[in-house]
């Protein structure tokens, strides 16, 4: 498969950890924008970047972007990507996404009109009338924002934050990449002492040792492009073992925790059992 575009959506101010970790994991041509980072795609920076990725909120494949003032200007574009490329005749094809600052604001209306395209050119690519929708999903996302349209395929699945070591929580936690960029920011060593007087959940002290070890944060979890033929199971074996050889196993940081109530404490214990710090 040739090269395309990979795109990291994230939290507004953490873009430029999610360029570097991007940079640091092998990602080419990477630019950091206001929300998102873009980056040259191969399969194997797909498996990487959301086996690795701290920081971002999932990732997803650019399929174009193109000037969308009019329902038939969002048709067309749709239509002249490269769909089959990725979607099989059987495969399930949902839409979803938003627009902002747009002349297009419907969003069941802009879903509709996206959905109607993919078809329109798959059916001329398999010459079928139908589609079961009936095996893999390619969750197909799309952003308007002042009249440009990005179209994208979805290759995370849940969020990025759900890393899936948290099962139960404390009321109102922190999210999860949140607390992986309070860590990098705060510069945690591998040798640190870390305190959380308020741990709530235990989420700041366990992605704060994840970062102190190197510990990929995806490493417990299912990828919707886990299933996709475009990327080789063997990809995501390598990639996990990978990312396994760099727990430094040896680091000698240590996390502490304290709260008000006992019952978060026990929680914190056990999220951090299940993350394997």
Not at 17 to 30: H, I
Not at 127 to 150: G, N, P, R
Not at 196 to 216: K, Q, R
Request: hydrophobic share 40%; proline share 4%.
């Amino acid at each position: 498969m040739e090269k395309f575009k990979l795109v990291a959506p994230c939290l507004l101010g953490v873009e430029g950890l999610v360029a570097q970790e991007l940079r640091d994991m092998g990602a080419q041509d990477v630019e950091a924008q206001n929300g998102h980072v873009l980056f040259d795609g191969t399969p194997q920076m797909l498996v990487r970047a959301n086996l690795c990725s701290r920081f971002s909120e999932r990732i997803l494949v650019q399929m174009g972007t193109f000037s969308a003032r009019t329902f038939d200007e969002l048709f067309e574009g749709v239509k002249a990507l490269p769909w089959e490329q990725w979607i099989g005749k059987d495969d399930s094809f949902p839409v979803r996404g938003h627009s902002l600052s747009s002349q297009l604001h419907s969003i069941p209306n802009c879903q509709k009109i996206i959905k109607k395209a993919i078809v329109e050119r798959l059916k001329h690519k398999y010459h079928v009338k139908w589609f079961a929708e009936s095996q893999c999903l390619y969750q197909v996302q799309f952003l308007i924002m002042k009249d440009q349209a990005t179209i994208m395929l979805d290759t995370s699945g849940l969020g990025l934050h759900k890393r899936g070591y948290r099962k139960n929580a404390a009321e109102a936690p922190i999210k999860e990449t949140l607390a992986a960029a309070l860590a990098a920011l705060s510069r945690v060593r591998t040798d640190a002492n870390f305190y959380d007087p308020c741990c709530g959940s235990g989420t700041i002290l366990i992605e704060a040792a994840m970062y102190a070890m190197h510990m990929a944060p995806g490493l417990q979890r299912h990828f919707s492009a886990q299933q996709w033929p475009q990327i080789p199971e063997r990809l995501w074996q390598q990639e996990r073992d990978r990312a396994r050889d760099l727990v430094l196993r040896d680091a000698t940081f240590m996390g502490y925790g304290s709260d008000i109530d006992g019952a978060a404490v026990d929680l914190t214990k056990d999220n951090a059992r299940k993350a394997g710090v």
